[in-house]
């Protein structure tokens, strides 16, 4: 799923045609991102959703978890981009890192107009101990691992360095497309990456 600030064309048409589950799911991540997740109430949803909070409730037994699952299905975007980099490009990480790199840049237009879905959401989930807070943390680990991992068959001489300077490249051109203070933010981001794997696998062959 993808939306962005303002609902896109043909949304109540394409949204009647879905089952009540994913109308609620693609209602409350129009209302999160626009709204951020603290601000947005069950009752807005529902109604966004053509639904009821008693309809919302037999599939989502809390807000929460409607937070909860929303982030899962985000993640798994995430997951999958990172499953198909990995199989175009068997065995050559530098390629897997570009790739991830160029992944990232092309969804930055949509983040500058709706901002980025974990970023939004880790703002408004105050408490550590929060089951979504926790998937953030924990798909962010997962993604760290796996970036390494393609580092390290790119012949990085520190591979956890690295992946740790690319993270920050990844997540900072997602921040800075989300305020607009950098301008053709994603071809800088893919020649940035591009650079740190230059100087990290300097007199390696590639």
């Known amino acids: 799923m993808t939306s962005g600030t303002t609902p896109r064309p043909g949304r ?3 949204v009647a045609r879905l089952p009540p589950r994913e109308r609620i799911l693609d209602a409350a991540e129009e209302l999160f991102l626009r709204e951020g997740v603290r601000a947005v ?3 807005a949803i529902a109604e966004r959703a053509n639904t009821t909070k008693m309809a919302l409730y037999r599939h989502f037994a809390t807000k929460d978890a409607l937070i909860e699952e929303w982030l899962r299905i985000v993640a798994a975007e995430y997951t999958t981009a990172f499953d198909r980099v990995e199989a175009e490009h068997a065995d050559d990480g530098r390629a897997q890192v570009l790739a991830v790199a160029r992944f990232v840049a092309d969804g ?11 970023v939004n ?3 408004g989930l105050s408490d550590v101990d929060h089951a979504a807070r926790r998937l953030i943390e924990d798909h962010k680990a997962r993604q760290r691992r796996r970036l390494t991992a393609m580092c390290e068959r790119a012949g990085a001489h520190a591979p956890d360095d690295v992946s740790a300077e690319i993270t920050f490249l990844l997540e900072g051109a997602q921040i800075s497309a989300q305020n607009g203070s950098v301008d053709r933010a994603g071809d ?3 020649a940035a990456v591009s650079g740190v794997l230059d100087r990290g696998t300097a007199g390696r062959e590639k």
């Open 108 to 118: 930055l237009p949509d983040v500058a107009r709706r901002g980025c879905p974990f």
């Open 41 to 43: 109430g069950v009752q």
């Open 121 to 123: 959401s880790f703002a």
């Open 188 to 190: 800088r981001l893919v």
């Open 12 to 14: 109540d048409t394409r």
